[in-house]
T-cell receptor, first 114, second 109 residues
Framework: NAGVTQTPKFQVLKTGQSMTLQCAQDMNHNSMYWYRQDPGMGLRLIYYSASEGTTDKGEVPNGYNVSRLNKREFSLRLESAAPSQTSVYFC?????????????FGEGSRLTVL | GQQVMQIPQYQHVQEGEDFTTYCNSS?????IQWYKQRPGGHPVFLIQLVKSGEVKKQKRLTFQFGEAKKNSSLHITATQTTDVGTYFCAGPGTYKYIFGTGTRLKVLA
């Protein structure tokens, strides 16, 4: 049972390059989320998808796009990377109808933009 | 907008000492969650509190939800080196769950 899988785990980009972070969950969860984590800033929500076919902006969506490809997969795209996007990115999922609304996180993708 | 603040930001304790982190919300929360993130790892769910004044225990960890449902605390009794990490509280908000800034705990053996 893999849970939430993110790829790649590490990436170095040059300013202006584009890339896509991939996320997949095998728990049949409806909701998926992308967070970024910066030192001293906690976890900030970038985008989320409450269900397949829907996506919504979170707290810090500028510079990012997302695609909910199907129920399992939720990708995050940086069209033109900037040094301010250097961060650790976490994908998470949450099942509907669960008792606790627990967020399950992937292991993270560490992105450096030079 | 809604804010969730945590104090302290850092805490160093000697192994065996107790540790407490506090979480305060600018608005009333329907529930609050706590997560632990080990160094270099990802956040892992610990517990959810729902009721006003609720207290839950997990071995050496005691979680409390305030009567007004605007604050919460996590207390660890007799810390161990395995308790090292960052502890986050999270409350539901406009953008789904709003995470506090976290308290980083270091335990000195």
């Amino acid at each position: 049972n893999a849970g939430v899988t993110q790829t790649p785990k590490f990436q170095v980009l040059k300013t202006g390059q584009s890339m896509t972070l991939q996320c997949a969950q095998d728990m049949n969860h409806n909701s998926m989320y992308w967070y970024r984590q910066d030192p001293g800033m906690g976890l900030r929500l970038i985008y989320y998808s409450a269900s397949e076919g829907t996506t919504d902006k979170g707290e810090v969506p500028n510079g990012y796009n997302v695609s909910r490809l199907n129920k399992r997969e939720f990708s995050l795209r940086l069209e033109s990377a900037a040094p301010s996007q250097t961060s650790v990115y976490f994908c998470a999922s949450m099942g509907s109808g669960t008792n606790t609304g627990e967020l399950f996180f992937g292991e993270g993708s560490r992105l450096t933009v030079l | 907008g809604q804010q969730v603040m945590q104090i302290p930001q850092y805490q160093h304790v000697q192994e065996g000492e107790d540790f407490t982190t506090y979480c305060n919300s600018s608005t009333t929360l329907s529930n609050i969650q706590w997560y632990k993130q080990r160094p270099g790892g990802h956040p892992v769910f610990l517990i959810q509190l729902v009721k006003s004044g609720e207290v839950k225990k997990q071995k050496r960890l005691t979680f409390q939800f305030g009567e007004a449902k605007k604050n919460s605390s996590l207390h660890i009794t007799a810390t161990q080196t395995t308790d090292v990490g960052t502890y986050f509280c999270a409350g539901p908000g406009t953008y789904k769950y709003i995470f506090g800034t976290g308290t980083r705990l270091k335990v000195l053996a």
